[in-house]
């Protein structure tokens, strides 16, 4: 067994699916997970469910002889979370986390403790769903999905291996990247594209107080803004911890979309042609990459 | 049979699509299909399928003793093809169209007649895929789908009738709508989502010569995207031909987003959530709409 007791801080969709492929991967032999009072219905349910064997409200007991703790809360609860970890932080566990940000993430951990501890390693699955929470996890959730470790200058090699291995046992393509590469690549493939669905689902939402616009929108808006049916708190988190990415990236877009603007009002099919031509080809070298 | 003979202008997937349900719906006894000799392959394997009967390269062949005239080219080309059309023009037949935009086809119309005839029904089905060509085409293509009927001010109740009876004999849900309110919620729902899609993977192919953003986009870029695949040469014709109403819209997006830049920079949870919220609700409404 790579762990003797994992503890899952969050056992929400991302968290739970964690707990179901590590068991199935056996790569601990316990699996406990910590949560809210208010959260208690979902950790029964993951407890019923055989996602972790036991639950706790009180960290002490939580993190108590785990040797691997990952923080699986919304990112902009990493703070208070590292704080509550700070009293009964172990040198000898490892420790990690799935924020969608990571800069914000080691802002947390600096803040907290005044340092960021050596045996803390931020990492990023790229998986997900509109679904939250455990009734939603699945055990095959990053098989052959995209996960992203953005080491510290302080972590240490041997933390670092030991989360490199475990996500690579659960069948997730590992990368290793720089906090700000990491921050720049999800703002531009992830967080902008959700903050567009939801200004144009908004947008058209007050334009429309009868619903008529919805009423005559087909099967390519449904999948152009199916992201907007996403979480709106979490991604509040993600947005404002991300904030310079987005906001440097929204100005971009206002960039090009005024040039669009501009080709339509002299006609320039010539230039229209390029972009959507471009776009196109781009998009299938993604769907080449994705589904390879 | 509601027609004898229906000549179907442009045997793609829209075209083909009609072709199919047509017969199926035992809506006419003859269909052929128009196309240039170009197109040679694509009308060739349209009649080896049975989609249609036969095809022409010869407008006056094509057209006649048909009773139901179809244009299912881009809507681009439609002054072109009316041009065509005219020196053949039956007042015994009705015409009708598929195009995206309604001004620009009545516009055309104008042009070439000088007029408006009576019996030119412009119509638009809601409903397409990225793929094109008779080897898309599909009988229940525009089974529960919406159409609209753009009549202008001088259409005849009968020709009206008519095609609003043969749309929905094929089972599309029809809807009667003015000319500039069509091009207005159209722009909203379906325009400016694909300008958008568009927009955003340029911008980044072009920040991102090895792909390397793209390699690590999820599930969700790829819904979002997907209208980026669409026919880029359609869609430059669909643009140019909307282009008012999709300036205003993204000049109103631009707005929005200046907006939410504006609420990031300042930390405002408050209205980022509301926004957020708001986009969600709106989208499950059209879901409501959309999967009833």
Redesign the interface.
């Given at each position: 067994m790579m762990f003797n007791k994992i503890c899952i801080i969050g056992v929400g969709l991302i968290g739970g699916s964690i707990a179901l492929a590590a068991r199935k991967n056996k790569l601990c032999s316990n699996i406990v997970g910590f949560g809210r009072p208010k959260s208690r219905d979902n950790l029964i349910y993951a407890q019923t469910q055989g996602i972790i064997d036991s639950y706790y409200f009180d960290m002490d007991a939580a993190v108590q002889d785990a040797d691997c703790i990952i923080i699986a809360t919304p990112v902009g609860t990493t703070e208070a979370v590292l704080a509550q970890l700070k009293d009964y932080w172990s040198d000898t566990a490892v420790y990690t986390d799935v924020g969608s940000t990571k800069a914000s993430v080691v802002e947390a951990a600096e803040k907290v403790f005044g340092f960021i501890p050596a045996n803390f390693v931020p990492a990023h699955p790229?998986?997900?769903a509109e679904q939250s929470g455990a009734q939603a996890a699945i055990s095959d959730l990053f098989l052959d999905?995209?996960l992203?470790i953005t080491p510290t200058k302080v972590t240490s090699p041997g933390s670092l291996g030991l989360i490199q291995d475990f996500w690579q046992q659960i069948g997730a393509l590992v990368?290793i990247m720089d906090i700000q590469h990491h921050d720049a690549?999800?703002a531009?493939?992830?967080h902008?594209?959700?903050?567009?669905?939801?200004?144009?689902?908004?947008?058209?939402?007050?334009?429309?107080e009868q619903?008529?616009?919805?009423?005559?929108?087909?099967?390519?808006?449904?999948?152009?803004?199916?992201?907007?049916?996403?979480d709106?708190?979490m991604?509040?988190d993600i947005?404002?911890a991300n904030?310079n990415e987005?906001?440097k990236l929204?100005?971009?877009?206002?960039g090009?979309?005024?040039n669009?603007?501009q080709m339509?009002?002299k006609?320039d099919?010539q230039q229209?042609?390029h972009?959507?031509?471009?776009?196109?080809?781009?998009?299938?070298?993604?769907?080449n990459?994705?589904e390879k």
């Open positions: 790229i998986a997900g999905k995209r992203i990368s690549v999800l531009a493939t992830s902008l594209p959700h903050v567009l669905a939801y200004a144009l689902v908004d947008l058209l939402a007050r334009k429309d619903n008529e616009i919805f009423k005559y929108a087909a099967g390519g808006f449904k999948d152009f803004t199916r992201i907007a049916s996403s709106p708190g991604w509040l947005c404002l904030k987005i906001i929204i100005h971009q877009l206002q090009e979309m005024e669009i603007a339509l009002e006609n099919s229209l042609f972009i959507f031509s471009n776009a196109k080809n781009a998009r299938q070298r993604f769907l990459f994705y």
